[in-house]
């Protein structure tokens, strides 16, 4: 790679242009003025570039064509979301933009806007260099903070014929990339019951709040049998409405993380065969989303020492392990490509209020993943 090294003074005022650009899941017309931005950028790069319409925010395609020697071969995949967990009005609010100490703060900064800054930068020192790269599709979702769950096919059908899948998500707190995840899915489980007064007559009613609650014990019991580690987070409890009725409704969801696909296998098999202990009660397990379990392989090992091998070449090294977290790197390393995730900047604070970016950290990673196409 011989491209001249990023201006970092450019790559914070992008970065600072996507964080007041907010884009909350769900919001499409902020996430599609974002998707505008981004979509610009990326022309101006030199990709063809579409957008996937979905109904709560477009999802992104750029296709990049390759250079030199490499122009034909087979894409690589790089993978980032533009949408955030901040409610808008944040960067006017508890988590301004700032810059202090070589650091920057602000809502979606590390999770994961810097990220596609850095996707955007690389790919500007490769088409600058003299070694070459082979194209690039670039897939950017926008509801990825609650599993992709209208985004998840397209991943899959992007990565059909890659040579390997990127992810821009954070990396680990050491600067490690990300070689594996564990499953990640969330459920829903819904009680019907039967409304009745709870003085007059409460024999005649079924009350869908206590169902759940005896049917979140038995979730316990069955995350507590797998044969491997689970993670199980109720994070959500919802139900009735007045003491005086009892309640005909009621719901909880669930975060579940699996560290192997039996264990992903028997969990899920378990709640969505729950079946009512009262009498008059119904109960439903739906999944709302779904990613599966990577486990890494020797695929992932090949893909790790090509990234090592153009770490060295420009004075860097770089490191991987498995991750807790879930995103769509989830989706391209179960399908057996070769994945890696986490080629986001330096920071810490995902989903957190002191959200923060190591700024010189852009230019590294960008350099990083410059290299790295120069292998492939």
């Given amino acids: 790679m011989n491209g001249t090294a990023p201006d970092l003074d450019a790559l914070l005022a992008r970065l600072e242009r996507y964080v007041r650009l907010e884009s909350p899941t769900g919001d499409a017309a902020r996430l599609d003025a974002l998707g505008e931005v981004l979509l610009a950028r990326h022309r101006e790069l030199g990709a063809t570039v579409r957008r996937v319409p979905a109904p709560a925010g477009d999802h992104l395609v750029m296709e990049h064509p390759g250079r030199g020697p490499q122009a034909g071969a087979a894409p690589v995949l790089f993978l980032g979301h533009h949408d955030t967990v901040w409610p808008a009005g944040h960067v006017d609010g508890p988590m301004p933009w700032r810059v202090a100490d070589g650091v920057a703060h602000g809502p979606g900064a590390y999770d994961m ?150 264990s992903e296998r028997v969990v899920l098999d378990g709640l969505t065969s729950l079946r009512p202990i009262r009498a008059g009660a119904a109960v439903t397990a739906e999944v709302l989303s779904r990613r599966p379990t990577w486990v890494p392989d020797e695929t992932t090992a090949g893909l790790l020492g090509t990234v090592r091998r153009a770490a060295a070449s420009i004075g860097q090294r770089v490191d991987g392990a498995p991750a807790a977290g879930g995103a769509d790197t989830n989706t391209t390393g179960s399908l057996g490509v070769p994945t890696l995730d986490g080629f986001g900047p330096l920071g810490a604070g995902a989903h957190a209020v002191h959200e923060q970016v190591v700024v010189a950290s852009l230019a590294q990673r960008a350099e990083l993943v410059a290299a790295v196409l120069a292998e492939l």
Avoid: W, Y
């Fill in 113 to 262: 806007k810097s990220g596609l800054v850095v996707m955007e930068a690389a790919l500007e020192l490769a088409r600058s260099g003299g070694a070459g790269h082979p194209p690039v599709r670039v897939v950017v979702v926008a509801d990825e903070e609650i599993g992709s769950p209208t985004a998840g096919a397209l991943v899959a059908e992007a990565a059909r014929d890659a040579v390997a899948a990127l992810g821009f998500e954070s990396p680990h707190p050491d600067g490690s990339l990300k070689a594996g995840r564990r499953g990640s899915t969330r459920l829903r489980l819904a009680v019907e019951g039967v409304e009745a007064h709870a003085a007059l007559d409460p024999d005649a009613g079924v009350s869908a709040v206590d169902e759940l609650v005896d049917q979140l014990i038995l979730v316990r019991s069955i995350v507590r049998h797998a044969p491997g580690d689970v993670l199980c987070n109720v994070g959500t409890v919802a139900g009735g409405g007045r003491t005086n009725v009892v309640p005909a409704a009621a719901h909880a969801d669930l975060g579940l993380r699996f560290a192997d696909a039996e």
